[in-house]
Each structure stands twice: as structure tokens, then as C-alpha cells.
């Protein structure tokens, strides 16, 4: 990481985000009430002040800390550090990582084609429903993870052609090149991939899989 | 007698819990309502996809019979008092 990197990880708080120290916090003050009034003082768990502060921390601090800390592990699992946590993608994310890389994924991540969340980017559809079929597919690899799996490790169907499209449908470079008009068609249908020999490199190098 | 001399189970306004079942509920639905939260903390600190998971789906089982246990006692006290 060079100093520009380090300087804007520092601008940006790379550590716990401000979510994550609220939802730490409550959660902290909740368990020290509990025990507060369980423990120490039981009598006032029969007193009202002790029935509603209960009330409190049950129906409404809880479900709050828990729909907090979702809503951070919905967002903070987008992250390439995230996807590199199972040993399995060590191979994946190490090419990405690497500048000598000429693969597909590796030039969306070095160029910064793909801004941030590199892995999630590519490997989700649209919208709310793609984001939620994404975090689905990722309890079922965490699942395979620890059952096992068959290798290699290849993705569940076709890829699909719509994830490239959003962000290159629009670019004047992308509509100008002929073989895209021509079978445009096939492109849109999945029938034909934009990935493979006869178009773009592949995405990640075929072995990467072994690399634990 | 004032009523901190009273047993908890005659204080006014409150629960049976010193004679009753309830108390142990509420220490039940306590604790794993304070083990729902350390599972949260965890995931937080050591964020992972098993620690993440635990805390979604462990973590929010236990919070969610936390739950319905002091609904349980709540309306045992809401009975006791004739209110329902």
C-alpha cells in the first residue's frame, strides 16, 4: 500500500465504522443494565422502574443493536478483505492484487475501473433483489466451506452478460466496436459470453483455485 | 412497613417473581438476551463469516426467544393484575 492509499484509508477510518462502535456500545450499556438489575438488585426487576427498563432493552435497544449490527454485515461483507477470508479465495484475490496480473478481474481492480467492493460488483445482479441473491449464494459458500466442496470451484450457471452491461452498455468505446452491434442479440440473451478465448480474457486464472 | 421491607413478591405493582416461575423466566430470557448481544459484539470485533452468520441467525434466535419469554411474563403479570 503506497502513502496515497494509507493516507486516504486514514481519511476514510479503515478500522470499526461509526455503526459498528454505536452497536458495540448500546450493547454494552444493555448487558450492564441487565445485569444490573438481575444481579445486583433483583427486587428491581418487581418494581416498575426495573419492569420497563427491561421493556426498553427487550423491545426496542435489542432488535435496534441487531438490525444495526445486520445492516453492517450486509454492507461490510462487500469487501475483497471480506471475500479473502475463506482460504479458497486467497488464489482469486492474490491475482486480483497483483500489478504483473493481465486478467480481466485483475485490470478492473488495479485500474479502478470498479471503484470499490471489486468481488461483489461482478459477482451480483441488480438491484435489491440481485444484492439479496448475492448474500443467499454467499451463505451457501460459507456452507460448502466448512461441509466441502468439488473442485475446481466454478460458478453455479452462465455468467451473466447484464453485469458487464451496466457499466459498459453506455460507453461510446463499448457501442462503437462492431462485433458488439452484430451479435448484440445473443450478448443480451447470455446466449453468447462476453468472456472466453474468442472475446475477453479470462476473468481469473483457471489454477487460482489451488492457491490456500 | 414500607415496601423495601416487603418479600419481592408483595411489592406493589410488581411481579410474583419471588414466589413464581416468572423470575426464572426473566433470568432465562436475560440471559439469552445478554448472549444474543455478546454474539453481536463478537461479529463486530472479529468480523468473519462465521462470526457473522452466528450473530444473524444464533444471535437473533436468541434474541427472539428472549423476547417472546418476557411477552410470556408480561402477560402473566397483565393476568395476575386482571387486566386481560
Same mark, same amino acid.
Not at chain 1, 481519511?11 to 443494565?33: D, E, H, M
Not at chain 1, 459458500?141 to 466454478?154: D, N, S
Given at each position: 500500500m503506497n502513502s496515497f492509499e494509507q493516507s486516504v484509508n486514514a481519511?476514510?477510518?479503515? !478500522?470499526?465504522?461509526? $455503526?459498528?462502535?454505536? $452497536?458495540?456500545?448500546?450493547?454494552?450499556?444493555?448487558?450492564?443494565?441487565?445485569?444490573r438489575i438481575i444481579v445486583q438488585d433483583p427486587k428491581k426487576v418487581a418494581r416498575p422502574f426495573g419492569k420497563w427498563l427491561l421493556l426498553l432493552i427487550f423491545f426496542v435497544l435489542s432488535p435496534m443493536i441487531y438490525l444495526l449490527n445486520f445492516s453492517v454485515a450486509v454492507e461490510d461483507s462487500k469487501t475483497v478483505e471480506f471475500c479473502n477470508s475463506c482460504h479458497i479465495m486467497n488464489g482469486y484475490v492474490n491475482d486480483v492484487e497483483d500489478p504483473d496480473s493481465e486478467y480481466l478481474a485483475s485490470m478492473h481492480y488495479q485500474y479502478r475501473w470498479i471503484a470499490g467492493d471489486q468481488c461483489?460488483?461482478?459477482h451480483s445482479d441488480y438491484?435489491?433483489? !440481485?444484492? #439479496?441473491?448475492?448474500?443467499?449464494?454467499?451463505?451457501?459458500? $460459507?456452507? #460448502?466451506?466448512?461441509?466441502?466442496?468439488?473442485?475446481?470451484?466454478?460458478?453455479?450457471?452462465?455468467?451473466n452478460n447484464h453485469i458487464c452491461l451496466r457499466c459498459h452498455a453506455p460507453v461510446i468505446a463499448f457501442q462503437e466496436i462492431e462485433e458488439h452491434e452484430e451479435n448484440a442479440s445473443e450478448i443480451l440473451s447470455n446466449e453468447m459470453s462476453c468472456l472466453g478465448a474468442d472475446c475477453h480474457v479470462r476473468t481469473h486464472p483457471d489454477e487460482a483455485w489451488r492457491e490456500q | 412497613m414500607n415496601s423495601r421491607n416487603l418479600p419481592v413478591s408483595h411489592v406493589e405493582g410488581g411481579w410474583t417473581i419471588g414466589v413464581g416461575w416468572t423470575r426464572k423466566v426473566v433470568i432465562l430470557a436475560s440471559v439469552l438476551n445478554i448472549l444474543a448481544l455478546l454474539l *453481536?459484539?463478537?461479529?463486530?470485533?472479529? &468480523?468473519?463469516?462465521?462470526?457473522?452468520? %452466528?450473530?444473524?441467525?444464533?444471535?437473533? %434466535?436468541?434474541?427472539?426467544?428472549? *423476547?417472546?419469554?418476557? *411477552?410470556?411474563?408480561? &402477560? %402473566?403479570?397483565l393476568r395476575r393484575r386482571r387486566v386481560l
Open positions: 481519511a476514510n477510518g479503515s !478500522g470499526l465504522s461509526l $455503526v459498528g462502535w454505536i $452497536v458495540i456500545i448500546l450493547s454494552f450499556i444493555c448487558i450492564f443494565l441487565i445485569i461483489f460488483t461482478c438491484g435489491l433483489f !440481485g444484492n #439479496a441473491k448475492a448474500k443467499m449464494t454467499g451463505i451457501k459458500h $460459507v456452507w #460448502a466451506y466448512y461441509t466441502g466442496y468439488e473442485t475446481p470451484i466454478e460458478l453455479y450457471d452462465t455468467y | *453481536i459484539i463478537l461479529s463486530i470485533l472479529n &468480523f468473519t463469516p462465521l462470526s457473522l452468520l %452466528a450473530s444473524v441467525s444464533i444471535g437473533g %434466535a436468541l434474541m427472539g426467544a428472549a *423476547i417472546l419469554l418476557y *411477552i410470556v411474563v408480561v &402477560f %402473566a403479570d
